[in-house]
T-cell receptor, first 116, second 113 residues
Framework: AQKITQTQPGMFVQEKEAVTLDCTYD???????LFWYKQPSSGEMIFLIY??????QNATEGRYSLNFQKARKSANLVISASQLGDSAMYFC?????????????FGKGTKLTVNP | NAGVMQNPRHLVRRRGQEARLRCSPV?????VYWYRQLPEEGLKFMVY????????ESGMPKERFSAEFPKEGPSILRIQQVVRGDSAAYFC???????????FGPGTRLTVL
């Protein structure tokens, strides 16, 4: 079973509008972390935002916010006021703590296109 | 404030050759991770190292692949006798002890002819 599910292969949004990218996860570990990374066409992986499982408040970083709903096991990324430069692949990832490894498990990604 | 550095950025090898991928973590980061990304896919964990120790290699193929992170110098991912299926982007990430976020390098794109 997939541990990170991103159900939207592609999303389109108009410039200056907000967009939500979905992510659900599956874990039995009480302590975990959730991340979002951006991968533009140039290929690098850019860290956007992090949410710990024990954090009481939703994480925010500038125009990025993470809508964390623990009971539903969802960690959706909200991008406000979209810009053309936001066009990229977006990956949701979960940190697993099995054996102290803290490796990341990634979803398949969502391709976001921002239209002018 | 140099980030994670990887070289080479692009590597072309013929089947049967060896590929060596290098990763210099962020200064002060003692944890290094290697991931592989096949076309149109997310990243898959390969190996996790701390200085001079392999902590978790559960994602690494049992044959032909090895990794090290010596006391001095960069981390090295080594692929012996490459095959076409090894063609992928290989990313290195590092993090500081006691923190959560892994920061990624720009990746090495390996093409096997």
């Amino acid at each position: 079973a997939q541990k990170i599910t991103q159900t939207q292969p592609g999303m389109f949004v108009q410039e200056k509008e907000a967009v939500t990218l979905d992510c659900t996860y599956d874990t039995s570990d009480p302590s975990y972390g959730l991340f979002w990374y951006k991968q533009p066409s140039s290929g690098e992986m850019i860290f956007l935002i992090y949410q710990g499982s024990y954090d009481q408040q939703n994480a925010t970083e500038g125009r990025y916010s993470l809508n964390f709903q623990k009971a539903r096991k969802s960690a959706n990324l909200v991008i406000s006021a979209s810009q053309l430069g936001d066009s990229a692949m977006y990956f949701c990832a979960m940190r697993e703590n099995q054996g102290g490894s803290e490796k990341l498990v990634f979803g398949k990604g969502t391709k976001l296109t921002v239209n002018p | 404030n140099a980030g994670v550095m990887q070289n080479p950025r692009h590597l072309v090898r013929r089947r049967g050759q060896e590929a060596r991928l290098r990763c210099s973590p962020v200064k002060g980061h003692s944890h290094v991770y290697w991931y592989r990304q096949l076309p149109e896919e997310g990243l898959k964990f390969m190996v996790y190292l701390q200085k001079e120790n392999i902590i978790d290699e559960s994602g690494m193929p049992k044959e032909r692949f090895s990794a090290e992170f010596p006391k001095e110098g960069p981390s090295i991912l080594r692929i012996q006798q490459v095959v076409r299926g090894d063609s992928a982007a290989y990313f290195c990430a590092s993090k500081r002890q006691g923190t959560d976020t892994q920061y990624f390098g720009p990746g090495t794109r390996l093409t096997v002819l």
